[in-house]
């Protein structure tokens, strides 16, 4: 799973950049979606509740930020690729929220913030393995 010419190196060109604008944009997505949960929560009394919404919906972006740290030695292939999903995600949450929280009113708004993390960490459990076995698939001599 890994590339011997990304090992010890920086990341540089448009790996480099891209890895940029995943790192900025995951804080700010993480705080966006939360911030977007507490405004479609506002009206609920429960901190406790409104707590452990705010966790569940930060932990794609926990795990991503995890992701990060070990991809060090991933291919280059990988790593792009989990820095696409970090903005895929980041993105597709913003707009999903954002849609709820601050679209017209609807009833059983949470359902979203229940079951977009779910699908969040699916995505990545399913798209960043796939990209290493392709990625080592075709480091391979033939």
Same mark, same amino acid.
């Given at each position: 799973? !890994?590339?011997?010419?990304? /090992?010890?190196?920086?990341?540089?060109?448009?790996?480099? #950049?891209?890895?940029?604008?995943?790192?900025?944009?995951? +804080?700010? =997505?993480? %705080?966006?979606?939360? =911030?977007?949960?507490?405004?479609?929560?506002?009206?609920?009394?429960?901190?406790?509740? #409104? *707590?452990?919404?705010?966790?569940?919906?930060?932990? +794609?972006?926990?795990?991503? @930020? #995890?992701?990060?740290? @070990?991809?060090?030695?991933?291919?280059?292939? !990988?790593?792009? !690729?989990?820095?696409?999903?970090?903005?895929?995600? !980041?993105? =597709?949450? *913003?707009?999903?929220?954002?849609?709820?929280?601050?679209? &017209? +009113?609807?009833?059983?708004?949470?359902?979203?913030?229940? @079951?977009?993390? +779910? %699908?969040?960490? /699916?995505?990545?459990?399913?798209?960043? &393995?796939?990209?290493?076995?392709? $990625?080592?698939?075709? $480091?391979? &001599?033939?």
């Amino acid at each position: 799973m !890994t590339s011997k010419v990304s /090992l010890g190196r920086p990341e540089s060109g448009f790996l480099g #950049l891209l890895r940029a604008a995943a790192l900025i944009a995951l +804080p700010a =997505g993480a %705080a966006g979606s939360v =911030g977007l949960m507490l405004h479609a929560g506002r009206r609920n009394n429960s901190r406790i509740l #409104l *707590l452990l919404f705010a966790l569940w919906v930060l932990s +794609p972006f926990m795990a991503l @930020v #995890l992701a990060s740290v @070990v991809s060090k030695r991933w291919s280059v292939y !990988t790593r792009a !690729t989990l820095y696409c999903l970090m903005l895929v995600l !980041t993105l =597709g949450s *913003l707009a999903i929220y954002g849609d709820i929280a601050l679209g &017209p +009113p609807r009833a059983k708004t949470a359902v979203v913030f229940v @079951v977009v993390p +779910p %699908a969040s960490w /699916l995505l990545l459990a399913t798209v960043v &393995p796939i990209a290493a076995l392709i $990625s080592s698939r075709r $480091s391979r &001599p033939r």
